[in-house]
């Protein structure tokens, strides 16, 4: 091939504009990618370090004598909630939806434990414009919590509304110091902390992390993209640390990013390089949404139950003089169901739970909370819309609700997807409490069918996307000038 000077003289600026785009590319992610990779290690790793004995132990299905039937062991369960905004203005029963599941349901679930994910006050005007840290809404909250937790352990973590104004965490107004409940934790950790459950038949891992925006919302890199890189060498240390767990939850607050991408819908989505599940919950503020999570026999299953709103009064409650929350009457609620076996095929987590104990249970488990005596509740189950043909039984306590009926796996491990309902009635309100879950017995995953949001938020896709951009249009200009000479 003959090139002219000029083709040459152009070729070589191609190439000088080539490496500097890749330089400027490069500079710009550099602190991103830095922490990313970081981000990757952090959740790889007890993956990296278990992965073989978790392989081993997960595929080791004749020696694993563990067994999902009828007994009421193996098994705990604990609570999240997000996103309380309470408000000292907002005259439209915000604060009364977090009162109401403090009065109503949390001592009727009785959980492990309670997460809350930020944005604990909202920190805004009557004319939600300027934003302030109100000591009112933070003596509100703190109340609330002392006076309604009944001893369950609680965790909270700052979103970013508790973070307006704040030059620093030393700030002065910074009150979630003052009044957080895990503001000492949080302080030691440096915007990351961690706790233990430990029970008899294994230890699982919590990790919770502050939203401040010290660098300001950036989507591609998630939630990591509001911590500092020491708080991401906390989070690497909490997860890396050589003790195993059965599994370790992460948890942080994104500031609603539904609304920053007018999705819609809650983003949920699957990693499958490391083998996790990203799961936003949506807000106790406009949605009184709760979110129960259980542990199986080391397989998760959650369920998001909404607040019965209609029946929520919308003042704006007060403290009494003595700082007494005035808890108002207790709602009246229908059962919540949590299906934990066959477990949702749409977040099994191949590498991490044990899902082949569906294939080897004798039971179907599930959990169910009412305020009623379990002699109250008349439990109706259907698989496929077939009405299921073994009664439905309660076999556990007052703190654990957990409900069994025997059932033959075998039936549906014909590499379909199954649906199993189960409706709950309780005779002393006529409500019904409904849950279904489709289920595979092979253990396959479903997609989540996030749609946008899934692909969203999967990071690796917006790189490879702008580098797959990037090498076709340099093609093509190679292409133009070649085509030229
Ligand atoms: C938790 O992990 C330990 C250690 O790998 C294992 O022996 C135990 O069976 C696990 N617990 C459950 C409920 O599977």
Not at 12 to 27: E, I, K, N, P
Not at 99 to 112: A, R, V
Not at 181 to 187: D, F, N, T
Request: with cysteine; hydrophobic share 40%; charged share 20%.
């Amino acid at each position: 091939m003959n090139l002219s000077k000029s083709t040459w003289a152009c070729l070589l600026l191609l190439l000088v504009s080539l490496f500097r785009a890749g330089q400027l590319h490069w500079l710009s992610i550099a602190e991103l990618s830095s922490q990313s990779t970081q981000l990757d290690k952090t959740l790889a790793v007890p993956e990296s370090v278990s992965s073989r004995q978790s392989r081993y132990r997960f595929q080791d299905e004749e020696n694993d004598q563990t067994m999902l039937d009828d007994k009421n062991s193996d098994i705990f369960y604990f609570v999240q909630i997000s996103d309380l905004h309470i408000s000292k203005f907002k005259n439209q029963g915000h604060t009364n939806h977090f009162i109401q599941f403090m009065n109503s349901f949390l001592p009727m679930i009785k959980p492990e434990l309670v997460v809350v994910t930020g944005d604990l006050t909202d920190a805004k005007d009557s004319d939600r414009i300027k934003t302030q840290q109100y000591p009112e809404e933070w003596e509100m909250y703190k109340a609330i919590v002392e006076q309604g937790s009944g001893g369950i352990p609680w965790y909270d973590t700052r979103g970013n509304h508790d973070a307006f104004n704040l030059e620093s965490w030393q700030s002065e107004h910074n009150l979630y110091r003052a009044y957080g409940k895990s503001a000492e934790l949080l302080e030691a950790g440096e915007g990351v902390y961690s706790w233990q459950v430990e029970k008899p038949f294994g230890k699982y891992q919590f990790v919770a992390m502050d939203a401040s925006p010290k660098k300001g919302p950036s989507r591609p890199i998630n939630f990591f993209g509001y911590l500092t890189s020491t708080a991401m060498d906390h989070l690497a240390s909490a997860i890396m640390t050589p003790t195993q767990y059965n599994h370790t939850f992460v948890f942080s607050h994104y500031p609603t990013t539904t609304m920053v991408f007018g999705l819609g819908d809650i983003l949920q989505s699957y990693n499958p390089w490391t083998d996790s599940l990203e799961l936003e919950l949506a807000d106790m503020k406009d949605h009184g949404v709760f979110r129960i999570i259980a542990i199986d026999n080391d397989m998760i299953s959650f369920v998001d139950q909404e607040l019965p709103l209609a029946d929520i009064d919308i003042g704006i409650p007060t403290l009494s003089k003595e700082g007494q929350v005035q808890w108002p009457e207790k709602l009246t609620v229908k059962p919540t169901i949590l299906i934990t076996n066959p477990k949702d095929s749409r977040y099994v987590l191949g590498r991490k739970e044990p899902f082949y104990r569906t294939r080897t249970s004798t039971h179907l488990r599930f959990l169910v909370f009412s305020k009623s005596d379990p002699s109250q509740l008349q439990v109706h189950i259907t698989v496929d819309g077939h009405n299921h043909p073994f009664p439905a039984e309660f076999v556990g306590t007052s703190n654990m609700p957990l409900w069994v009926s025997s059932w033959e796996p075998n039936d549906f491990n014909d590499m379909n997807s199954h649906t199993i309902h189960i409706e709950v009635t309780d005779k002393s309100t006529m409500l019904i409490g409904e849950a279904s879950v489709e289920f595979r017995v092979d253990g396959f995953r479903l997609a989540i069918g996030g749609g946008v949001g899934e692909w969203l938020i999967g990071s690796h896709v917006a790189t490879l996307v702008s580098l797959i951009l990037q090498i076709l249009i340099s093609l093509l200009f190679l292409y133009i000038i070649l085509e030229r000479t």
